[in-house]
């Protein structure tokens, strides 16, 4: 698998955002305040990291069944924050086999999916 290259811009949650992210049904019961984004080094418009990832059961799903991941976006140009619930990027290289790489980012991302990305030597 090719080391990924992901932006790496960071943000510190604030308070809201903590307190948000921490009283979510079926999340993580410990929480990263310091996050990274997880796009593709160059990505046009806001940066996003992963919040918090509610499990696949009860409140803490989306209409469709599927778990929700809670993603904190962020544009550095005009200081808005949002945590916003997104599914999964459902691309992966081979659907069903053992052996496929999954995208880890959400649902209709933008740019190339994780497991394009390559790293330069």
């Not at 079926?26 to 046009?44: A, I, N, Q, R, Y």
């Not at 599927?66 to 949002?82: H, I, L, P």
């Amino acid at each position: 698998m090719a080391e990924l290259r992901a932006c790496g811009e960071r943000v510190t949650l604030g308070e809201r955002e903590v307190r948000f992210l921490s009283e979510i049904p079926h999340g993580s019961p410990s929480l990263d305040v310091d996050l990274e984004c997880e796009l593709e080094c160059g990505h046009k418009g806001p940066h996003h990291g992963i919040g918090d990832t509610s499990h696949s059961f009860g409140a803490g799903r989306l209409a469709n069944g599927e778990a929700v991941a809670w993603w904190v976006r962020w544009d550095d140009s005009t200081g808005r924050r949002d945590v916003v619930p997104m599914g999964n990027c459902p691309v992966e290289t081979a659907r069903g086999q053992v052996l496929s790489e999954v995208c880890i980012l959400f649902d209709r991302h933008p740019g190339r999916h994780t497991f394009e990305w390559e790293t330069s030597e």
